[in-house]
């Protein structure tokens, strides 16, 4: 190749070279703004999250603690939901503005089906965007800003999916099921048992400033004993962490005349610090047609009932008996054998 040849491949690769220096530097700087529109890097200054579907579903969480969170101002947000929101809410991307080809169907589609996002700095709002549905990919989620015209694919980057349901607007899917957390024996003072349809058999279980147990008749005036301390320690760890299957929808009129019934039982933690949590539990009646291993027709369903947290009426939530029965004991479990 002569000198002149070799000149002119030069300028080229060079022209070529500055060319896509001015086509990246251009294009990376509309996309670098674009980055920032959606995510929030500052996590831990972020109080509040408001969620809003075109159902008319919305999902608000507030922030009361560094990590505890409360749904709708009223009940405990589930923790592991908040943190993979806060997390996508930091690691957004833009990952291409959505192709002109596609712009007016992306926006319809975005109208007619999207999750409004509110997200709250120190009590003052920072982002509004909408987040719609996965690209045909699945690899990548249409977002738009309140107010703007111009759609984007987003994503995380290193991660394979897209990234709506982390948006989700299910009430009861956002709640914290738990119903009691005790992880240690030194933060219960008492636990009682009202049997509603066996009085006889209620009881307390107490423990002392000295770490001693004390078991009681409801109305006795004598405790009863020796006490097994074992079970009695097993028994007391079953309360570290008791959770409800899920909250239910029912008409106010079914609701009421289940907590009009007779419960089943009720069962109150008092913690050491003077708190107290109590959840009552009624029985479901069985599907007709279901029977026992002695195919003998059965009243009760066996594995779930109906219970209330607290004095809480405005809703009732499904337990299982799996979880419960370890807490519903009869007062002799806790004696100690003869030897």
Same mark, same amino acid.
């Given at each position: 190749?002569?000198?002149?040849?070799?000149?002119?491949?030069?300028?080229?690769?060079?022209?070529?070279?500055?060319?896509?220096?001015?086509?990246?530097?251009?294009?990376?700087?509309?996309?670098?703004?674009?980055?920032?529109?959606?995510?929030?890097?500052?996590?831990?200054?972020?109080?509040?999250?408001?969620?809003?579907?075109?159902?008319?579903?919305?999902?608000?969480?507030?922030?009361?603690?560094?990590?505890?969170?409360?749904?709708?101002?009223?009940?405990?947000?589930?923790?592991?939901?908040?943190?993979?929101?806060?997390?996508?809410?930091?690691?957004?991307?833009?990952?291409?503005?959505?192709?002109?080809?596609?712009?007016?169907?992306?926006?319809?589609?975005?109208?007619?089906?999207?999750?409004?996002?509110?997200?709250?700095?120190?009590?003052?709002?920072?982002?509004?965007?909408?987040?719609?549905?996965?690209?045909?990919?699945?690899?990548?989620?249409?977002?738009?800003?309140?107010?703007?015209?111009?759609?984007?694919?987003?994503?995380?980057?290193?991660?394979?999916?897209?990234?709506?349901?982390?948006? #989700?607007?299910? $009430?009861?899917?956002? /709640?914290?099921?738990?119903?009691?957390?005790?992880? +240690?024996? =030194?933060? @219960? *003072?008492?636990?009682?048992?009202?049997?509603?349809?066996?009085?006889?058999?209620?009881?307390?279980?107490?423990?002392?400033?000295?770490?001693?147990?004390?078991?009681?008749?409801?109305?006795?005036?004598?405790?009863?004993?020796?006490?097994?301390?074992?079970?009695?320690?097993?028994?007391?760890?079953? #309360?570290?962490? $008791?959770?409800?299957? /899920?909250?239910?929808?029912?008409?106010?009129?079914? +609701?009421? =005349?289940? @907590? *009009?019934?007779?419960?089943?039982?009720?069962?109150?933690?008092?913690?050491?610090?003077?708190?107290?949590?109590?959840?009552?539990?009624?029985?479901?009646?069985?599907?007709?047609?279901?029977?026992?291993?002695?195919?003998?027709?059965?009243?009760?369903?066996?594995?779930?009932?109906?219970?209330?947290?607290?004095?809480?009426?405005?809703?009732?939530?499904?337990?299982?008996?799996?979880?419960?029965? +370890?807490?519903?004991?009869?007062?002799?479990?806790?004696?100690?054998?003869?030897?």
């Amino acid at each position: 190749m002569n000198k002149r040849s070799i000149l002119f491949v030069l300028g080229i690769l060079l022209l070529t070279a500055a060319a896509f220096y001015v086509y990246r530097s251009r294009s990376g700087s509309t996309l670098d703004s674009s980055l920032m529109e959606f995510a929030v890097s500052d996590t831990a200054s972020i109080d509040r999250i408001f969620l809003a579907d075109r159902q008319g579903n919305t999902v608000l969480l507030d922030r009361k603690q560094s990590n505890h969170w409360i749904l709708n101002e009223k009940h405990k947000a589930r923790q592991d939901a908040v943190q993979l929101l806060l997390e996508t809410i930091m690691k957004v991307e833009v990952k291409m503005p959505v192709p002109k080809v596609s712009h007016n169907n992306v926006v319809r589609l975005l109208a007619g089906a999207s999750t409004k996002v509110e997200i709250y700095q120190k009590g003052n709002l920072v982002r509004t965007y909408y987040v719609g549905d996965a690209t045909t990919d699945h690899e990548g989620t249409y977002m738009i800003m309140e107010g703007k015209e111009v759609p984007y694919i987003t994503h995380i980057a290193g991660f394979h999916g897209w990234l709506t349901p982390r948006y #989700f607007t299910r $009430v009861n899917e956002w /709640r914290d099921t738990e119903v009691f957390r005790y992880p +240690r024996l =030194s933060e @219960i *003072a008492e636990v009682s048992i009202t049997y509603h349809t066996d009085p006889a058999a209620s009881f307390s279980l107490t423990r002392d400033t000295d770490g001693l147990y004390h078991l009681r008749l409801s109305g006795a005036t004598a405790d009863m004993g020796p006490l097994d301390t074992s079970i009695v320690r097993m028994y007391m760890h079953e #309360f570290s962490n $008791v959770r409800f299957e /899920r909250a239910m929808n029912m008409e106010d009129a079914v +609701r009421d =005349s289940v @907590i *009009a019934s007779q419960p089943y039982y009720t069962v109150k933690v008092r913690h050491a610090g003077g708190e107290e949590r109590s959840v009552t539990t009624w029985r479901i009646k069985a599907l007709p047609g279901t029977l026992n291993i002695d195919d003998k027709p059965l009243e009760w369903d066996t594995d779930r009932m109906h219970a209330m947290l607290g004095d809480d009426r405005s809703e009732l939530v499904l337990v299982q008996y799996f979880v419960f029965d +370890r807490l519903a004991l009869h007062p002799s479990a806790f004696l100690k054998r003869p030897q």
